[in-house]
């Protein structure tokens, strides 16, 4: 499909390698409403799958489980043993609601990304990035100004005791660029980038492979037809563990966040 | 992060496409809409179910080693009663054996005493009614005795002392006499 658009873009006999033009999509067909896009269209079948694996686990509970709620479980288990009490500690349980939506819903998000046909990890257009980050931004400053009081919050981030005096020249003007504005920033960027490379690399791979064994077959192209059509492979595979891992990083620093707004001391 | 901004840059050169850091607005309404069903489904109805079904698996454990903890004491405690009321069951067993087994020697030793008694007194009252029957024997032959001797002395002083041969034709009718009058009597009494 890529391959086919650089084609008909370019028209020539040279190999363009995929830009940023790979994420821009239309309506899904003429006349179709503007939001309607491809990236929309799998955020939404991510709600679904999402929604409906977890109704299947959990929807009817059973004090012995069967089938679907063990693997449900499994994933409970795991966020709340890796990530909510490691993080928040004794109440982390309390916000076990919020991060096992927060991982799933990412997860399913990212690992669009090489579900065949789709193939479009969500979090790669940015605003599916930005739109956790922020309700996690949110709920950190809430917190903090809720647990430790708005003074509080400025002096435990700013001042954090035991340290000497000059340091706090330097360290005060950082903690806060860090935490009140970059904070979100990175959080959501770096789910956000992930998404993009990855996409971009597989794209890149894919396209030598389909322009060197099919579109422009020569005895000298062939070869790196071959290692292009080897290393999308390969991509993919790595970009599978890189969905996981961001899904995971983004939920373990959405824990931690909220963790240090309810436990400054730590 | 500069590669990033770097295609950024390129993309924004080549005009036709969007800056990818720039958010459309049109996906953050709909991230937002989509993220709040799965709040909404996932964590606010789903994952409670799942906790409270966990903490309720916990108790069922909990209370199964506790139940299970409880009635083992118990068990160990009733065997301790009964292994108590065995050892007293014992003992009173060996107790009253000990009990009986001196009775019976008493009583065997009483009945022994007893018996002797009777017997003594049987052997006296049989020594004293054959004293008695002697007596009385004695006294009939006496009397009788008396009377046969005066009529023999009758009988042969009537007859004549002549010789040897009818003295005891006399006696011998006599003795006759006297075994007929003996018949005759306990024929009547009969």
Partial sequence: MIARQLLAAEGGNEFQAPGTEIFDWGPLWDGAPSWLTKPTLIVALSVIIVCGFFWAAFSKPKLVPRGVQNIGEVGYLFVRDQVARPMIGKDGDKWMPFLLSTFFFILVMNLMGVIPVLQLPAPSHIAFAIVPAAVVYVLMVFLSIKHQGLGGWFKNMMFPPGLPAWLYIILAPIELLSTVILRPFTHAVRLFANMFAGHLLIAFFASVGYWFLIEKLTPLGSGLGVLGFVMSVVMTGFEIFVQALQAFIFTLLAASYIGGALHPDH | ?190
């Fill in chain 2, 1 to 190: 992060m500069s590669n990033l901004l770097a295609a950024a840059a390129v993309a924004a050169e080549e005009g036709g496409h969007g800056n990818p850091l720039l958010p459309h607005a049109s996906e953050l309404v709909f991230g937002t809409i989509s993220f709040a069903i799965v709040l909404i489904l996932v964590g606010w109805k789903l994952v409670p179910q799942i906790q409270k079904t966990l903490e309720e698996r916990t108790d069922a454990i909990e209370g199964g080693l506790k139940r299970a903890e409880e009635v083992q004491q118990e068990a160990k405690e009733t065997l301790e009663a009964y292994k108590r009321q065995l050892a007293e069951a014992r003992h009173d067993a060996a107790r009253l054996r000990e009990e009986a087994k001196e009775q019976g020697a008493q009583i065997i030793a009483e009945m022994r005493q007893e018996a002797q008694a009777e017997a003594r007194r049987i052997v006296e009252a049989a020594h004293a009614q054959i004293e008695a029957d002697r007596q009385q024997a004695l006294q009939q032959l006496r009397a009788e005795i008396g009377a046969l001797s005066v009529e023999l002395a009758g009988r042969v002083v009537g007859e004549s002392l002549e010789d040897s041969a009818r003295q005891s034709r006399v006696v011998d009718r006599f003795l006759a006499e006297l075994e007929e009058r003996t018949r005759t009597q306990e024929r009547i009494s009969s």
